[in-house]
Nanobody, 124 residues
Framework: QVQLVESGGGLVQAGGSLRLSCAAS????????MGWFRQAPGKEREFVTA????????YYADSVRGRFTISRDNAKNTVYLQMNSLKPEDTAVYYC?????????????????WGQGTQVTVSS
């Protein structure tokens, strides 16, 4: 059984930074792309970023490109999301997810395992 456990969320002022981590277990981590999604109150869950199986390529939503960076450490079975220049509109529950494929994708149906989510709150 695959488990994904996020950590690193919290409260930060606008302009600040946070680093989220997602530790995976249960199947060969290095075979699959990983992604981060978020859901703000009253809104649908949306794609944030994804990274290929080997970390060679990443894909970002327009709203976070240039501010967020996804990375992975296959030796530690962990994916990271470095979030800089945070804005109040980044406030959401952030979820990591493991894809069924090796290539980075923004499509939710390509992900079969999800973490429990971690809250990120950005104050103005």
């Amino acid at each position: 059984q695959v488990q994904l456990v996020e950590s690193g969320g919290g409260l930060v002022q606008a302009g600040g930074s946070l680093r989220l981590s997602c530790a995976a277990s249960g199947r060969t981590f290095s075979k699959y792309a990983m992604g981060w999604f978020r859901q703000a109150p009253g809104k649908e869950r949306e794609f944030v970023t994804a990274i290929t199986w080997d970390g060679g390529n990443a894909y970002y939503a327009d709203s976070v490109r240039g501010r967020f960076t996804i990375s992975r450490d296959n030796a530690k079975n962990t994916v990271y999301l470095q979030m800089n220049s945070l804005k109040p509109e980044d406030t959401a529950v952030y979820y990591c997810a493991q894809a069924t494929i090796a290539i980075a994708t923004a499509l939710e149906y390509e992900y079969d395992y999800w973490g429990q989510g971690t809250q990120v709150t950005v104050s103005s």
